[in-house]
Structure formats: structure tokens, C-alpha cells
């Protein structure tokens, strides 16, 4: 069975890159290939020597499981292992049948050396190993007296060195030749012969086999290079034939569109001209000549850009440090040309050229001049201009015709105007705009007519009204002489009644900073009551303790009576010890006596303090009922003494709240006292305007009778005023 390169397990160890696999695989059929022939050298020796039982237990099986690893797994860094491992195997099996020859040890030198066509040192590493601990182990074994040999019997620990030395020797060479070689291969990364193929393939600019370019390949091998560049190579081959596919059809299109197009490359050579452009140049090529006498327009291609500059310096200078649109026009052989020049540049943002679009404005530019020299003229007053319309057609023709109607029908409207306006200048509102306008000149001359119209009516009415304003001027004026005196009597009287609040004021101030002090001094004795309540709170709960102590100094009493009481009993029993035990327990009764004698006097005692500490308890009780007797009384006078200090609370803030009211009054009359004197200086200022506009109003009379009211109705009009303008028609009925 045959495992692909990715398949295998860790614990197995494909070959990552297939060609390694590969070649690992063609290794291990050689190193079966060897390990036959060494099984049948065995078999050999075993024949000679008859040494059956070592080839069948050991160099059979041995050989069975090399061909057996390979099968399975070929290629694998298993199989290399099994294999360094068989092989020395089956040459210890050999020098046991040779009886530990010297001559047979370089069997194991050789298939040591055999093992680097893994190109790999593993394999190596683990035959070393191997052999060194089979000719240590089976050394010792030997010098025991067991029935294994590897060297012969008279050898000793020198040759187990030399041989041991040899081993190391050639590891530490072929090891470091494994590592190379290995390099080399992932450095090549595949078979060269299928290399040489992808070069030529490369050359010939054709694709490389699918299989090729599907196969994981060493990074940085020449195999990987030559897949990478074949690769870039197509695509950098597809990417030049859509480009020329592109530039085609943007050729095409841009000889199509009527945009006159050029495109010169980075050093300004022109390297296409669409035939817009082109018809263009040669249409006009007789006028450049005049300032340009080598110019050819059916030979651009290849020339600069400079050739449609007689100062080339600049535009190369600007050119070189354009970065986006410019745009300029040109004077040259009396055509005016606009250009607009845009950078070509890459996908990284190098400079290719440039692409230019030019347009022949010279026709514009002409009428340009031609309307911007009428608009001048407009401006500064001047409607008489006009543009000339010989040689133009089109558009131009239209536009000159239409600008040429517009001036004509202002001038003539603005005529119309004039003759009104100067009409008004002269006090005439009788004139009116006859003539027939269109437009915003229609516009005017009706708002023209409106405002005559309604300043005929204004005057007419200021005519009718300044009589009537003169008799209600006089009339107003008597009325403020009236009002003036009666206003002056009101002033007077409110000066007596500010004088009344402002005594008021005082004396309720004066109510009120007592009923603030009194207040202050109710806060002052509710502290106080409050502080007494407390400290009497604190006696009652000193007395509570004090109580609770004389208690506790009973109990303590009782107690010690009790353990007077015990004692006496003892003393007792042992008085009765003493007088069992006779003239021994003579001392200890005298002890015992004195003892007892004691205990009676301390018992007397204990009673004597404890009817005095009951005596004292009862005493506190009734000392504590007293104190809180007095605490409840102090409570009750704190309780009287808050609600004194609330309502003096309320007093004060009433006083105050009065005293604010009556200040309020106070200054509501001084400002009516004000605004009363105020009244009476308007008065007398009110009669001075009234005889004042008295003498206006004949003044006015005066200045309406010079107009000249008599209308003189326009062509189509009534005489009613039906044309007045509905604006100021408006304004009358909101008067």
C-alpha cells in the first residue's frame, strides 16, 4: 500500500514535498535490496556454522519486518528508521555467526555508510546508537560467560573503544553530508528532469504541466522559482495582451469622439493625434504658420509638444511639476486655443505622458470681447450699444440677435420711465407710461402708473387732512392746558400720602426687629431647656446604673455568705477528722477551731453588709423614681418652651412680612408720585407738540397745493382709477 506524501501520521513521518518522498521511497527499495543479501549471508554462516536457530529467530524476522515497514509505509521516516535498525540487526546476527571476526565488524562501517542515500542523518543517528549499544552490552555479556559473541575471545576493552571510535568517527561525517544533501534537495525542490522541462516550457512562454503547478513546493527552491516565474510570466502575457486589446479600443474611440485629443509620452514627443485634432490643425495650418513657419499638421507624430510654443522653457518646467489638471489657452497665428493638460501615470503613480485637449475658441473669444465691451457700456448708462451681426451664423448669429432685442427693449422701457420720473421730479402726478412693455418692463410700467395713481390719492387726501389736523391740533391743545392743572393737584396729594408710609414704614421696621430679638432670645431658652433635659436624661441614667451596681454588689454578698457558710461546714468536718485521729490530729483541730472561728465572723459580716447594700438599693430605687419624675417635668418644659419659641416664630415672620407689604405700598406710591410728576411735565410737553403741529399742519397745506392733481388718463384707461396697482389699493383700506 502506498501513502501519499500528506497521509501519514506524525508518528510515521512523510515526506512533506513529493519528490523527497519520492526519492525516499526508491532508498528504501534498495535498503531491502541489502538487507537480502545480508539475510542471505546469514543464511550462509548458518549453513557452514550451523546456526540455524540465530537466522530463523532473528535474521528472518529481521528481513520480514524491513519488507514489511517498506510495503507500508515507503518513503517514511519510520521506514528509514526500521531499516537502520534492521540492517544492524542483521550485521550483529552476522558477527555472532562469524564468532566476533574482526573482518565482519566493517560490515557495520559499510551499511553505516550505505544509509547516507536517505539524505537524511536520522537513520544514521539511530544505527550508531544502535550498534553501540549492541557491541557494549553484548561486550559485557561476553566477558560474563553467556554464549554471545562480538569480538573474540581474546579481545578486550581497547577494541570495544577503536570499534566504538570508528562508529563515532564516521557519524559525525556522514551526519553533516545527510544535512547537506538534504539542502540541496529542498534547494532544487524537485526532479530535475521535470525542472529541465518547465525551463524549456518557460522559454516558450507556454504553461507548465497542471501536475506541476499543483505540486507544494519548497519555498525558495528553483522548483518554486520556475513555477513563479512561469506563472508571472502568463499572467504578465495576458495583462500585455488585454492592454493592447485596450489601448485599441480606446483608439478607436477617441478617433471617433469630435474632442480633439493629443497624447505625448514622458518626454513631451507626441505620440497621437485623433482625427478630430488633426482636421482641426490642418484647417488653421496656413494661420499658424505665421508665428509657427515649420509646422506640418500631417507630420506630429514624433515632434514635441514645443513645437506649438515659441518659448518651450516654461511649458517644460510646468509640465515636469504638473500633478492634476491644467488648464491654459494660447494665442497663436491669431487662433485662441484652450488646452486642458491631465499627467498619464501608472498604477504606482509613475509618469507615463501627458493626454491634451484642445479646442479652437477663437470664434468665442471674438464675441466674448465683442459682449463684454456692451456690458461696459451698461453698466457706466449705456443702452446703445449693439453687436454686429455681419459674418456670424448659428449660434453666435442667435445669441448676437437676441442680446441685440434685449438692449433695444430695455432702453426702450427705461425711456418710458425716465419721462414719468422727471414728470414726478416736477410735482406733476398726472403723468402716465402709454406705450406698450413687455415683460419686467411691463411690470415697472404698471407699478410706474400704480404709484402715480396712489400718490394723487395720498396728496388728495393730505389736501383734506391737514384742515381737519389743524382744528383737533387746537382742540388737544386746550385739553392739555385742562389736564395739566388737574395733574398738578394729584401730584400734590400723593406727596402728603408717600410722607404718611414713609412714617408707617418706620414703625412697623421697629415692630419687626422686636419680634426678631424676641424670637431670638425663645430659641435661646428652648437651648436651654433642651440642654437641662438632657442633663437630666444623663442623672436618671446614672441613677439606673448606680442601682444596677448595688445589685450586683448584693449578689457578691450572697455569695461570700455562702462561702462562709461552706468553710464553717468544713472547719466542722475537720474538727471531727482531728478528733478521730487522736493525739496526732491535736494540731489540725486547733487549726480546724480557728478556721470555723473565721468563717462564723465573716458570715456575721456578709450579713451586716448585705442589710446595708438592701438598705442602699432601696434608697436608689426611690432616688431613681425621683429622677425620672424630673425628667418627665423637664420634657413638659422643653415641650412649652419649643412651642413659645414657635409661635415667637411666627410673630417675627409675620412682622416681617408685614413690614415688606407696607414697603412695597410705601414705594408703589413713590413711584405713582413719580410717574404723576412725569405725567405733568408730558402734559405741558404734549400742549407745546399740539400748538407745535398746529402750525405744521398750515405748513403742510401749504406744501400739497403745489402739486398738479388733474389726470390725464393713458390710452385704454379709465378715469375712475381702476388701474391703481392692488398693492396700494391694499394700503388704503388698511388706513
Known amino acids: 500500500m502506498s501513502a501519499s506524501p500528506h497521509q501519514g501520521s506524525f508518528l510515521i513521518g512523510n515526506e512533506r514535498y513529493v519528490y523527497l518522498q519520492k526519492l525516499a521511497a526508491q532508498a528504501d527499495r534498495l535498503f531491502v535490496t541489502v538487507a537480502v543479501l545480508a539475510t542471505v549471508a546469514s543464511l550462509a554462516a548458518a549453513w557452514h556454522q550451523g546456526t540455524w536457530t540465530l537466522w530463523l529467530t532473528v535474521s528472518l524476522p529481521t528481513l520480514a519486518v524491513i519488507a514489511l515497514q517498506v510495503k507500508l509505509y515507503p518513503g517514511s521516516l519510520l521506514s528509514r528508521c526500521t531499516v537502520a535498525l534492521g540492517l ?223 518659448h518651450p522653457e516654461h511649458q517644460a518646467r510646468m509640465l515636469a511639476e504638473l500633478k492634476g489638471t491644467h488648464r491654459a489657452q494660447i494665442r497663436v497665428g491669431g487662433h485662441t486655443m484652450r488646452l486642458i493638460v491631465n499627467p498619464v501615470t501608472d498604477a504606482a503613480g509613475n509618469r507615463l505622458g501627458f493626454v491634451v485637449e484642445w479646442a479652437d475658441r477663437t470664434d468665442e473669444v471674438a464675441v466674448e470681447e465683442e459682449i463684454a465691451g456692451i456690458v461696459r457700456g451698461a453698466v457706466a448708462g449705456d443702452l446703445g450699444g449693439r453687436i454686429r451681426l455681419d459674418g456670424k451664423h448659428g449660434f453666435l448669429l442667435q445669441l448676437g440677435e437676441q442680446i441685440n432685442a434685449m438692449l433695444a427693449a430695455g432702453a426702450s422701457g427705461l425711456a418710458h420711465i425716465q419721462q414719468m420720473l422727471r414728470a414726478l421730479a416736477e410735482g406733476d402726478l398726472s403723468r402716465r407710461i402709454d406705450a406698450d412693455l413687455q415683460g419686467v418692463y411691463a411690470n415697472m410700467k404698471d407699478d410706474a402708473n400704480a404709484t402715480a395713481e396712489q400718490l394723487s390719492a395720498i ?54 426687629e422686636h419680634a426678631h430679638q424676641a424670637n431670638q432670645l425663645a430659641v435661646g431658652a428652648a437651648a436651654v431647656a433642651s440642654q437641662g433635659g438632657s442633663v437630666v436624661g444623663q442623672v436618671v441614667t446614672t441613677m439606673s446604673g448606680i442601682a444596677a451596681s448595688s445589685k450586683k454588689i448584693a449578689d457578691i454578698i450572697s455569695v461570700i455568705d455562702g462561702i462562709a457558710f461552706q468553710t464553717n461546714i468544713l472547719a466542722l468536718n475537720a474538727a471531727v477528722e482531728a478528733a478521730r485521729a487522736g493525739e496526732q490530729g491535736r494540731g489540725f483541730a486547733v487549726v480546724a477551731s480557728e478556721v470555723r472561728t473565721l468563717a462564723q465572723r465573716s458570715s456575721t459580716a456578709a450579713k451586716e453588709i448585705k442589710d446595708l447594700i438592701d438598705d442602699s438599693v432601696g434608697r436608689v430605687a426611690q432616688g431613681s423614681a425621683l429622677v425620672e419624675q424630673a425628667g418627665t417635668t423637664m420634657q413638659e418644659i422643653v415641650a412649652s418652651v419649643q412651642r413659645v419659641t414657635d409661635i415667637m416664630r411666627e410673630i417675627s415672620s409675620a412682622s416681617q412680612e408685614q413690614s415688606a407689604g407696607i414697603e412695597q405700598v410705601n414705594q408703589t406710591v413713590t413711584q405713582m408720585d413719580e410717574a404723576t410728576q412725569q405725567n405733568a411735565a408730558l402734559v405741558e410737553e404734549a400742549s407745546a407738540n399740539a400748538r407745535s403741529m398746529e402750525h405744521e399742519a398750515g405748513e403742510l397745506a401749504r406744501a400739497v397745493a403745489s402739486f398738479t392733481l388733474e389726470r390725464r388718463p393713458p390710452s385704454g384707461a379709465s378715469a375712475s382709477g381702476g388701474n391703481v396697482h392692488p398693492v396700494y389699493k391694499k394700503a388704503q383700506l388698511s388706513r
Open 459 to 512: 396728496v388728495r387726501q393730505i389736501q383734506g387732512a391737514s384742515d381737519a389736523i389743524n382744528t383737533a391740533a387746537g382742540e388737544i391743545a386746550a385739553g392739555n392746558d385742562d389736564l395739566s392743572r388737574r395733574t398738578e393737584q394729584q401730584a400734590a396729594s400723593l406727596e402728603e400720602t408717600a410722607a404718611s408710609m414713609e412714617e408707617l414704614t418706620s414703625t412697623v421696621k421697629q415692630n419687626a
Open 88 to 310: 544492524m540487526v542483521l550485521a550483529a546476527a552476522l558477527i555472532q555467526q562469524a564468532g566476533g571476526m574482526i573482518e565482519v565488524h566493517f560490515g557495520v562501517i559499510l551499511l553505516i555508510a550505505l544509509l547516507l542515500y536517505y539524505r537524511d542523518w536520522r537513520p544514521i543517528m539511530v544505527a550508531a546508537a544502535a550498534i553501540a549499544v549492541h557491541h557494549v552490552l553484548f561486550f559485557w555479556l561476553q566477558h560474563r560467560g553467556l554464549p554471545v559473541r562480538v569480538f573474540t575471545a581474546d579481545a578486550g576493552l581497547g577494541i570495544l573503544a577503536i570499534h566504538a571510535l570508528y562508529v563515532a568517527v564516521e557519524a559525525a561525517i556522514l551526519v553533516p553530508m545527510a544535512v547537506q544533501m538534504r539542502r540541496q534537495l529542498l534547494d532544487v525542490g524537485h526532479d530535475p528532469h521535470d525542472l529541465a522541462q518547465a525551463a524549456r516550457a518557460i522559454a516558450q512562454q507556454q504553461p507548465l504541466p497542471a501536475a506541476i503547478r499543483a505540486l507544494e513546493l519548497p519555498q525558495g527552491s528553483i522548483a518554486h522559482t520556475l513555477v513563479a516565474a512561469n506563472a508571472q510570466l502568463l499572467s504578465s502575457r495576458e495583462q500585455d495582451s488585454e492592454a493592447q486589446r485596450e489601448n485599441l479600443r480606446i483608439r478607436s474611440a477617441l478617433d471617433d469622439v469630435t474632442t480633439n485629443v493629443m497624447i505625448a509620452d514622458a518626454e513631451r514627443r507626441i505620440v497621437y493625434v485623433n482625427r478630430p485634432l488633426l482636421q482641426m490643425l490642418s484647417d488653421v495650418q496656413e494661420d499658424l504658420r505665421r508665428d509657427l513657419p515649420q509646422f506640418d499638421a500631417s507630420d506630429l507624430l514624433g515632434k514635441t509638444i514645443d513645437v506649438f510654443h515659441r
